[in-house]
Nanobody, 120 residues
Framework: QVQLQESGPGLVKSSQTLSLTCTVGGGSITTNYYYWNWIRQSPGKGLEWIGYITYSGSTHYSPSLRSRTSISRDTSKNQFTLQLGSVTPEDTAAYYC????????????WGQGTQVTVSS
């Protein structure tokens, strides 16, 4: 059984950088062919995909967020990290780390999510 757990500050000020870490248990983030995603959901809105880092360390980001987003990993800790810069109150959301598998990148395991509020 794979477990994902998000951690990071719940409150960030506008213009600062939001930083969240996902700790993975029960499986290595370097195992072929898994994709380690960040997804968010704002109040009253649907799920928004932010980006992923692959088992080999490659990254891919949403075009709308690419200029502000960086996803990295620490394989020694089996963690991957999201950094979202220049945040505004519109970045207030529940943030989830999610594993996806295969060519279709189907989501199979989700973290419980962490709420991040951006203050103006």
């Amino acid at each position: 059984q794979v477990q994902l757990q998000e951690s990071g500050p719940g409150l960030v000020k506008s213009s600062q950088t939001l930083s969240l870490t996902c700790t993975v248990g029960g499986g290595s983030i370097t195992t072929n062919y898994y994709y380690w995603n960040w997804i968010r959901q704002s109040p009253g809105k649907g799920l928004e995909w932010i980006g992923y880092i692959t088992y080999s360390g490659s990254t891919h980001y949403s075009p709308s967020l690419r200029s502000r987003t960086s996803i990295s990993r620490d394989t020694s800790k089996n963690q991957f990290t999201l950094q979202l810069g220049s945040v505004t109150p519109e970045d207030t959301a529940a943030y989830y780390c999610v594993r996806a598998v295969g060519e279709l990148r189907e989501y199979d395991y989700w973290g419980q999510g962490t709420q991040v509020t951006v203050s103006s």
